[in-house]
T-cell receptor, first 115, second 116 residues
Framework: EAEVAQSPRYKITEKSQAVAFWCDPISGHATLYWYRQILGQGPELLVQFQDESVVDDSQLPKDRFSAERLKGVDSTLKIQPAELGDSAMYLC?????????????FGPGTRLLVL | KNQVEQSPQSLIILEGKNCTLQCNYTVSPFSNLRWYKQDTGRGPVSLTIMTFSENTKSNGRYTATLDADTKQSSLHITASQLSDSASYICVVSAPMANFGNEKLTFGTGTRLTIIP
């Protein structure tokens, strides 16, 4: 069964360093989402792509976070510089068209610890 | 502000017993409501999705109900198994104006622990 791939699975970094996460959605899925999940809370949408275009990045802290999906397939989320409060699980999800009612398939996540 | 509240925050039950998790929401307009299961350290996995016109949906031992009038949903787990230990997240969808997409509001989840 096709799955959303993410790497790395775990990342430890010091504050003020740069980190990057990679996501490969299920083949053929046009919509890709990046979420941040703080321990004990539900996921919060950071950015949504439709193919290579950003649909929603209203919750993305743009002073330090950036995301790209240049060819409309895989995507990279970057944080520079990382802060202690960025410690969280970063989840990537994809769906076929992003239409209302479609299932979002989540990857295993990247757990980030900022020291 | 769109909100999804879940109760209880955590629940411990014996293997084989049934349980019910609750979800109340204030999301408007409403498109659909989903329940996800999230194992520790993993991404959420979809269990059920219900639209406005549906008031119950089952997936094996999981049965979700929806009362769109009172804006409440429940997830009932029958004959619990050790593998049911996970967080269960209620997610409510609102339609977006552009691209025909939707915006999801996630609850904080109920942490369920099944003990032998």
């Amino acid at each position: 069964e096709a799955e959303v791939a993410q790497s790395p699975r775990y990342k430890i970094t010091e504050k003020s360093q740069a980190v990057a996460f990679w996501c490969d959605p299920i083949s053929g899925h046009a919509t890709l989402y990046w979420y941040r999940q703080i321990l004990g809370q539900g996921p919060e949408l950071l950015v949504q792509f439709q193919d290579e275009s950003v649909v929603d990045d209203s919750q993305l802290p743009k002073d330090r976070f950036s995301a790209e999906r240049l060819k409309g397939v895989d995507s990279t989320l970057k944080i520079q510089p990382a802060e202690l409060g960025d410690s969280a699980m970063y989840l990537c999800a994809s769906s076929f068209t992003g239409s209302v009612g479609e299932t979002q398939y989540f990857g295993p996540g990247t757990r980030l610890l900022v020291l | 502000k769109n909100q999804v509240e879940q109760s209880p925050q955590s629940l411990i039950i014996l293997e084989g017993k049934n349980c019910t998790l609750q979800c109340n929401y204030t999301v408007s307009p409403f498109s659909n409501l989903r329940w996800y299961k999230q194992d520790t350290g993993r991404g959420p996995v979809s269990l059920t999705i219900m639209t406005f016109s549906e008031n119950t949906k089952s997936n094996g031992r999981y049965t979700a109900t929806l009362d769109a009038d009172t804006k409440q949903s429940s997830l009932h787990i029958t004959a619990s198994q050790l593998s049911d230990s996970a967080s269960y997240i209620c997610v409510v969808s609102a339609p977006m104006a552009n691209f025909g997409n939707e915006k999801l509001t996630f609850g904080t989840g109920t942490r369920l622990t099944i003990i032998p």
